[in-house]
Each structure stands twice: as structure tokens, then as C-alpha cells.
């Protein structure tokens, strides 16, 4: 157990929001996340839940992806060890924009709502580096809008190798 959580704490120390953060409260934070596991296909969350908190990938491979109503899907990013999700609705108390799902057997740490939000208020440099990532995300996902409306099928087919993470299905 005690490698766990010495392996937990790392992880946290190599997030870029936790970086300004001293080793002893990365401990202390690591502590208080909840380890959870999924098999390949299992939902982390699903679009328009409340967000209880912070998600941390551990291990494996997560996909944030929204599906229409028709069964199209649209597929924003795929995350791997170390990438955090969820932080929009941590802060305007809205539901999670997109789902999360495993594409592969998964280990996340779920650090809670009122922490991470206790944690800004403590250490401004986290918030800061939270809304950078937020910020370049929103830039990513402009992207995606503008490939879309402004971009023929053709051109988007023949762009998909650089594109932004973009699959529709």
C-alpha cells in the first residue's frame, strides 16, 4: 500500500498543476485522492453528470467524446498517464461537456470537488496553471469548430493525420 501511495504522490508531483506545490502537500493531496479502476469500455463519467471532481490517469488510456442523438460521435482528445480531466465543471458548476471511457484497463485518481477547489484558493499558482490548460484546450477545441464549419469533408479526410485528436464517426 505504501507504494502505491508513494507512486500516487509522484504522479501528482509530475502534473503540471501540482508542480509549485511542495513535496510534503503533494503527499498530503495524494492521500486524499480515491484510486479507481476500469476495465477497456468503462465509463469514467458521462456527459452532462455532475462533476463531483478531479480526475487523474494513473494508467491506461481515456477518451473524451460526445455522441449525438443520431449515434454520431465526435471525439475531442485522447489522455494518457499524468493528463487530468474534468476541470471546466469543477469550477462553474455546470455537468461534465463531454463522456470519459476507457479504451484500455485504467487506474485514475479522483481528487474531490471541494479539494481542489479548497487548494486553488490556498495556492493561486495551481489555479493559474488549471486555467492554462484550460485556456489551451478552448484554443484546441476552437480548432475543431472551425475545421468543421469552415473545412469540406474532403479537406478534413485529407488534413485527419494532423488534425486535433478529431474522429467522427
Known sequence: MAATASADAALLGRVGYFRSLPPSRISVLAARCRARTLTAGAALFEEGAPCAGLFIVAAGRIEIRQTSRRGREQVFHTEGPG???????????????????????????????????????????????????????????????????????????????????????
Open 83 to 169: 493528463a487530468t480531466l474534468g476541470e471546466g465543471p469543477l469550477f462553474d458548476g455546470g455537468g461534465y461537456i463531454a463522456s470519459a471511457v476507457a479504451l484500455e484497463p485504467s487506474r485514475v485518481l479522483f481528487l474531490p470537488r471541494a479539494e481542489v477547489r479548497a487548494l486553488c484558493r490556498r495556492h493561486p499558482a495551481v489555479a493559474l496553471a488549471m486555467l492554462e490548460t484550460m485556456a489551451r484546450r478552448v484554443r484546441r477545441f476552437a480548432g475543431i469548430v472551425s475545421d468543421l464549419a469552415f473545412h469540406p469533408v474532403t479537406e478534413r479526410v485529407a488534413m485527419r493525420p494532423r488534425s486535433h485528436g478529431m474522429r467522427i464517426a
